[in-house]
C-alpha cells in the first residue's frame, strides 16, 4: 500500500527560526520521488522542492532543505530564516516511478508569529 | 509563462444539479491531473491524461462524473447530479512528461 503520513497536526513559531515538518511514507517501489508544497490561504498550492529516491545528497532551494532518511522511509522538510509569508499548510507527496499520481499526506498547518 | 488556469473558482449548487469545471494547462504540459481536495484534507487523483488519453481514472465516480481532453489541451471535469458529499475544492495540475505538476487556483464547490 502507499501511502503519506504527516503526524504534524500545526506548528507555530516565532519569525527568523528554523522550523521542521515531519513526513513518513510507505511504497513498495523502489524509484519514487518525494515533493513538498505549500497552500495558501487562498487555496493556491505551490510546489516547493523535490527530492529523487535514488539521490543520496539532499535537496535544497532557497530557505528550504530536504532530510531524506531513506531507511526510515523519512523526508522532512527544513525552512530556515522563516518570514511571516511562510504561514501556509504545507503537503507532503509521493509519486512512485512511472505512476503518475501524487499521493498527498494530510497536511501540516504552519503558523509564523512576529 | 502563465500557469495553469481554472473557471469558475466558485460554484454553489443544489443537490441534483450539474456542474463543469474547466482548465487550461500550462503551455507544452502534455499531462494534466485533476484532483479533489475535501476541507482538510490532501488533495486526492480523480483522474489524468497523457494528450487526449486517459490514463488512470480508477478513482473517478463514474456514475456521475467524468472528465475529458479532446485535443490535449483544455480539460473539462463534469459532475452530473451532484451530492453534499461532492463539497470540496476541485484542482486541475498539469506537467511536462509527467514530471513536477503544478496546480491551478482550484474550483471550489459547495452542494447544498
Known amino acids: 500500500a502507499q501511502k503519506v503520513t504527516q503526524t504534524q497536526t500545526s506548528i507555530s513559531v516565532v519569525e527568523k527560526t528554523t522550523v521542521t515538518m515531519d513526513c513518513v511514507y510507505e511504497t513498495r517501489d523502489s524509484s519514487y520521488f518525494l515533493f513538498w508544497y505549500k497552500q495558501t490561504a487562498s487555496g493556491e498550492i505551490v510546489f516547493l522542492i523535490r527530492q529523487d529516491s535514488y539521490k543520496k545528497e539532499n535537496a535544497t532551494v532557497g530557505h528550504y532543505s530536504l532530510n531524506f532518511q531513506k531507511p526510515k522511509s523519512s523526508i522532512g522538510l527544513i525552512i530556515t530564516a522563516t518570514q511571516i509569508e511562510d504561514s501556509a499548510v504545507y503537503f507532503c507527496?509521493?509519486?512512485?516511478?512511472?505512476?503518475?499520481?501524487?499521493?498527498f499526506g494530510q497536511g501540516t498547518k504552519l503558523s509564523i508569529k512576529p | 509563462e502563465a500557469g495553469v488556469t481554472q473557471s469558475p473558482r466558485y460554484a454553489v449548487l443544489q443537490e441534483g444539479q450539474a456542474v463543469s469545471f474547466w482548465c487550461d494547462p500550462i503551455s507544452g504540459h502534455d499531462t494534466l491531473y485533476w484532483y479533489q481536495q475535501p476541507r482538510d484534507q490532501g488533495p486526492q487523483l480523480l483522474v489524468y491524461?497523457?494528450?487526449?488519453?486517459?490514463?488512470?481514472n480508477s478513482q473517478l465516480p463514474s456514475d456521475r462524473f467524468s472528465a475529458v481532453r479532446p485535443k490535449g489541451t483544455n480539460s473539462t471535469l463534469k459532475i452530473q447530479s451532484a451530492k453534499q458529499g461532492d463539497t470540496a475544492t476541485y484542482l486541475c495540475?498539469?506537467?511536462?512528461?509527467?514530471?513536477?505538476?503544478?496546480f491551478g487556483p482550484g474550483t471550489r464547490l459547495l452542494v447544498l
Open positions: 495540475a498539469s506537467s511536462p512528461g509527467g514530471d513536477t505538476q503544478y
Open positions: 507527496a509521493m509519486e512512485n516511478y512511472n505512476q503518475g499520481k501524487l499521493i
Open positions: 491524461f497523457r494528450d487526449e488519453a486517459v490514463i488512470d
